[in-house]
């Protein structure tokens, strides 16, 4: 018996089928493109990502050989939003979590009742946010806006297609800066200032909720039976926690992929005064708080693409080692599109600071990494107090690839970093909630002592003290900048 875990990425969607206990039997996936028609704006075709994800479980399933599944798991990613008309039809792109035209919208929200939308929903107001952007359709698109019939996510028009009803989960819906984290269901005084009734946004359901009798087209386009259960599942942050095995107090998960993310999870909903973290529902008893960087390996593929075209990653990483430990005084604020936690400022901006003579491209390498993580670092500081101090730090995504760039994190946080041997981790998540809901495990954690370490990366003392010399600088450089990235950002808005 297998179970497949699919998950709805921002750059492409990857299927995993996974025997019972977690190994890997085969993966696929399929990438598609962001389109930036105008600056600060980042969308997707809704039907390139549906044809995506169908392929990705098509060949996985091909490539696996199995004949017997359990279910079908799903993990998307947050924020998205997608308006469609009384026919079912798009009416628009996917809007996605790097699109920052709401930006106007956000601070004018952020100078107003923005925090008790907050306090109420988890969701740090921000052009990321569904919310944001849905106001910026009401004000700056007023006939598309009412010529709406629904309010969408990504994995909700999936959804649809495949079984004919719009409905969301609990952890996806915590992320629209709509969903009342006590109640359980949508903030009516947020409807109330959006205009919406409750008919025009799917309807909400648990992580563990099943969907059966997948359209036979759809299901014969995946290679699946069309009884196979769909288990709806969840974010892709939330349900990296579960499968990285980070769900008890004091572990903490970090995925550095084209964006990047710390979480930790704490049994009721959680959010911060400060308005730092965000708080997502993941399961009963189990509420994910952290907060999102935008700048991971976007970071990294920037560097690589713009001032080191011809370099392999491999190359630009053994420059950065030999670079050594806070790049000779070259310090990286890696805000290229902007920044999410902590500080919540889609007009922040990436720099450079310290340049001097003696500066060599392994220098800027090493710092782009670095800056990557003092980002990251940034938000952990608010969870620890709010949360308590971490016992072990579990690493995922495209970053822990790279021996480098985990030995940082280790020495910035000063504190041992686990690599599982399975990168999969929203994926098998996914797959988690599949046996959960299916009766096959009676609890979320199950799995938390049959993880298989590939690597651990423990810090360093003195590169630690390093860092915490430079952390502080960096911190001062981005307050004495704050004032002056407003003012480019908002001449850029201008070209």
Excluded at 113 to 118: F, R
Excluded at 206 to 231: C, E, K, S, W
């Amino acid at each position: 018996m297998h179970l497949i875990g699919l998950d709805i990425g921002t750059t492409s969607s990857k299927a995993v089928v996974f025997d019972l206990q977690g190994k890997v039997i085969s993966e696929h996936g399929v990438e598609y493109p962001i389109l930036t028609p105008y600056p600060s704006w980042a969308e997707q075709d809704p039907d390139v990502i549906l044809l995506g994800a169908q392929e990705a479980v098509r060949m996985a399933v091909e490539k696996s050989k199995a004949n017997h599944f359990l279910g079908l798991g799903i993990s998307s990613a947050m924020h998205s939003l997608l308006l469609v008309d009384k026919d079912d039809k798009p009416l628009t792109r996917t809007i996605i979590w790097a699109d920052n035209r709401s930006h106007h919208q956000a601070e004018h929200l952020r100078m107003n009742n923005g925090k008790d939308i907050y306090l109420r929903t988890g969701t740090p107001i921000h052009p990321m946010s569904p919310l944001c952007k849905l106001l910026w359709f009401k004000e700056e698109q007023p006939s598309l806006f009412a010529q709406a019939q629904k309010f969408i996510s990504i994995k909700e028009y999936l959804l649809f297609r495949w079984f004919g009803e719009y409905v969301t989960d609990y952890s996806v819906a915590s992320a629209t800066g709509m969903f009342n984290l006590e109640q359980l269901d949508y903030d009516q005084d947020v409807l109330d200032l959006l205009g919406l009734q409750r008919d025009q946004l799917p309807d909400l359901v648990p992580t563990t909720h099943i969907l059966h009798g997948i359209d036979l087209r759809y299901a014969q386009a995946m290679g699946i039976p069309n009884d196979l259960p769909f288990v709806i599942g969840g974010s892709d942050g939330c349900l990296a926690n579960l499968g990285i095995g980070a769900i008890k107090k004091g572990d903490v998960a970090i995925t550095i992929g084209t964006s990047g993310a710390i979480r930790t999870v704490v049994p009721t909903p959680l959010t911060d005064p400060s308005q730092r973290t965000f708080c997502y529902a993941l399961a009963d008893d189990h509420w994910v708080i952290g907060g999102p960087t935008n700048n991971g390996g976007i970071m990294m593929r920037w560097f690589r693409d713009q001032l080191a075209q011809g370099s392999s990653y491999e190359q630009l990483t053994s420059e950065a080692e030999l670079a050594g430990p806070g790049s000779a005084g070259l310090l990286c604020l890696p805000f290229l599109s902007g920044e999410r936690a902590p500080i919540w400022n889609a007009d922040a901006r990436g720099c450079f600071f310290g340049m001097s003579l003696h500066h060599q491209r392994a220098h800027f390498a090493r710092a782009a990494m670095e800056g990557v993580i003092f980002s990251v670092y940034s938000v952990g500081i608010a969870l620890k107090e709010l949360a308590g101090e971490f016992h072990s730090v579990r690493a995922s995504g495209g970053f822990v690839q790279s021996p480098l760039w985990c030995q940082i994190l280790a020495d910035v946080f000063d504190t041992e970093v686990i690599i599982p041997e399975s990168h999969q981790s929203s994926s098998w998540g996914a797959g988690v909630l599949v046996m959960h809901a299916l009766g096959k495990i009676d609890r979320l954690d199950a799995y938390q002592d049959h993880f298989s370490i590939g690597r651990r990366y423990t810090p360093d003392f003195h590169n630690h003290q390093t860092y915490q010399e430079l952390f502080s600088i960096y911190q001062g450089v981005y307050n004495a900048l704050k004032d002056s990235f407003w003012k480019i950002a908002d001449y850029q808005r201008r070209l």
